[in-house]
């Protein structure tokens, strides 16, 4: 056995009771700030549940023609989304296809900035590295029991879990595709006198949008991974569905939900890959490639 | 060096040279400033290099590029040419010397200054073209215009206007990478003549391009600079493009200028070995003006006669039937004229193993 050189017990104690410092003392304030979350999420949740489920099949296939202009993918779409709701599952599905989107749409937001900084320091670069592998491999309920202490139990915990572990990948591609962009056009640009939003909005993310829309996928991907964690601390939806086949031992409901996910993966992993070969191959990208 | 004397006389008059460059050095590297001191200290190129580690891209160049004309810089690859024409517009900073251009110090320039510098005074054009592959051809044409701040309409209407010049009507709406590589180049050629700045910065632009595209190439860039007059610095590697286009070259080598002058000058009189290499290859024929060997005066008429711009590769088929050939000035009258024999004197001068 490794010997005892420290003894850790103080420092453990003084997290601990940090923490519960901070849930007696900070947790209303906590709750305050990420309610805008949560209004986004039930925003979003209404509104899914609210259309009639002829019209979000209608404009999941409207979205999948226009993806990949034919009729085939648009076809999956469709006999997916029937899957969904002959299994009775509709409603479960909306409800974690909300926290997805809202998942996602907040990713976009944090993680693109983050990403744009990051591309233009080495500095924040050196600093965010480690601070991005340490939140896609810390297990999520170490940082999932906290967030629950603070917010309680219910779909703003939920929902910053799935960011935390869906951020990541985002900002990482947003990274590599700015400063893959070729040096030559950005210099191009800089001889015509454009100042650094100009190139940012104009030639950099015009560019990188190929590499950034692979990251918004991966995004997507793991929001979906973390439905059945996230529904263990209130977010209901499929992956509540899951966990209850688990706790009574009903494998068919288990199994019946758990294809449900993977339906919606596929539904919304092959949009938005079809969406970035569309991209890639209007930029000429593909083509240069080859 | 010794080549910039004949022009001292203007260097009083500030704005008589569209571009000026004095004691221009570049050293790359993390502590320039002291490996410029070993450098100012007299110590050699070489040397400083090996002992500070640092890389020495241009050594001390002085320069002048006069108005209105095609001003060709030659080197191979390595001899600093890149970074020189890059501290015209700053897209490099200099580690000591100083870059006039139109009689504003660049390198005072704050840096809202240096934008609005190279929106309005300066265009360039690239040897990788540079274009933007998610825009449209006549939108990459507009792009200068567009940065300048150019209502929409009126910036299409200018890129029209530039995109049936260079020879690309049809293709306005064209993506960039459904375009040959000389079609891309003629987009980036128009993108920067859309700027009507006074000067213009081609490095190396032909030089990706096939042979025969590139000869096209120049061929069009001497034909629109006879009605444009800009200011033209042309990068080159290649000696028979410099002598074709320029009508002045300077010649770089390890960073440091090694001859400037006409190109007659630098065929007939290369300053060193190194230049006399690249003579050696060279199609002297196309270097030498007419009137540069022709013997003046008023003579009889000739039958036949050619331009004063003519080199000599234009005159020689005209001594198949005759036996002199007149040169004439712009407006016509004959001002001097030629033998074959003064042609192969010329072009044999030069030429190793004869006398």
Redesign the interface.
């Known amino acids: 056995m490794f010997p005892e050189i420290i003894d850790t017990r103080p420092l453990r104690k003084s997290i601990d009771e940090g923490l519960n410092w901070v849930v007696t003392n900070w947790s209303q304030t906590f709750e305050a700030i990420a309610h805008p979350l949560l209004v986004l999420l039930n925003l979003i949740q209404g509104l899914l549940l609210a259309t009639p489920w002829w019209l979000i099949i209608a404009i999941l296939c409207a979205i999948a023609w226009q993806a990949t202009r034919s009729w085939k993918f648009p076809l999956l779409v469709a006999g997916a989304m029937f899957f969904l709701g002959l299994m009775d599952l509709w409603e479960d599905s909306m409800i974690t296809m909300a926290l997805m989107i809202a998942a996602t749409l907040t990713t976009i937001v944090i993680a693109i900035p983050v990403g744009v900084f990051m591309s233009r320091s080495t500095r924040v670069r050196q600093i965010l590295t480690p601070l991005l592998d340490l939140m896609q491999t810390l297990p999520s309920f170490v940082y999932l029991i906290p967030a629950v202490m603070i917010f309680g139990p219910g779909k703003i915990p939920a929902l910053i879990a799935t960011i935390v572990y869906a951020a990541p990948p985002l900002v990482r591609l947003t990274d590599l595709g700015l400063r893959s962009v ?1 040096p ?2 950005m ?9 650094p939003s ?1 190139r940012l909005f ?2 950099q993310i ?2 990188a949008l190929p590499t950034i829309l692979a990251g918004v996928n991966q995004t997507i991907m793991m929001a979906l991974a973390m439905v059945v964690i996230a529904s263990m601390i209130g977010a209901g939806g499929l992956g509540y569905q899951v966990l209850q086949g688990i706790g009574r031992l009903e494998v068919s409901r288990g199994l019946f939900a758990g294809l449900g996910i993977v339906v919606l993966a596929i539904v919304f992993d092959r949009t938005t890959q079809a969406f970035g070969k569309q991209l890639q191959a ?4 593909t ?2 490639r080859t | 060096m010794n080549a910039i004397t004949d022009k001292n006389t203007m260097a009083d008059s500030a704005p008589a040279n569209a571009i000026e460059m004095r004691g221009l050095t570049k050293i790359f590297g993390n502590d320039p400033q002291s490996a410029l001191a070993l450098l100012e200290s007299g110590r050699s190129k070489t040397d400083v290099q090996a002992e500070t580690g640092h890389v020495i891209g241009l050594n001390n160049v002085s320069l002048d590029v006069a108005r209105s004309q095609i001003f060709v810089v030659m080197g191979l690859s390595g001899s600093g040419k890149s970074t020189l024409i890059r501290h015209v517009n700053r897209l490099i900073d200099p580690t000591a010397g100083e870059i006039i251009v139109d009689g504003v110090d660049v390198l005072k320039m704050s840096l809202e200054e240096l934008r609005a510098f190279r929106r309005t005074k300066v265009a360039m054009v690239f040897q990788k073209f540079g274009l933007l592959p998610h825009r449209s051809v006549i939108d990459n044409v507009a792009y200068g215009l567009e940065v300048r701040g150019v209502g929409r309409k009126q910036r299409l209407e200018t890129a029209e206007k530039w995109i049936e010049t260079v020879g690309l009507k049809g293709y306005e709406n064209s993506r960039i990478r459904q375009l040959s590589g000389g079609q891309q180049q003629r987009v980036g050629l128009a993108r920067a003549l859309s700027l009507d700045t006074d000067i213009i910065l081609m490095d190396e632009a032909f030089s990706a391009l096939d042979p025969l595209i590139r000869a096209g190439m120049q061929d069009e860039l001497i034909t629109l600079q006879k009605t444009l007059h800009k200011t033209i610095l042309f990068i080159t590697h290649d000696f028979d493009e410099a002598l074709k286009i320029g009508d002045r070259i300077a010649v770089l080598k390890d960073g440091a200028l090694v001859q400037e002058g006409k190109p007659e000058d630098i065929v007939l009189r290369p300053a060193n070995e190194h230049i006399e290499e690249f003579v050696a290859q060279v199609n002297k024929a196309r270097a030498i003006h007419v009137r540069s060997i022709m013997e003046k005066g008023d003579h009889e008429p000739c039958e036949q006669s050619v331009d004063m711009d003519a080199r000599c590769e234009d005159v020689l088929p005209l001594f198949a039937e005759q036996q002199w050939v007149g040169v004439m000035d712009r407006d016509g009258r004959q001002v001097g004229r030629v033998t074959a024999k003064q042609v192969i004197k010329a072009l044999a001068r030069h030429t190793p193993g004869v006398p």
């Open positions: 070729d030559a056009v210099e191009a640009s800089r001889a015509f006198g454009t100042n100009q104009g030639v015009p560019l209007k930029i000429g990208i083509e240069a």
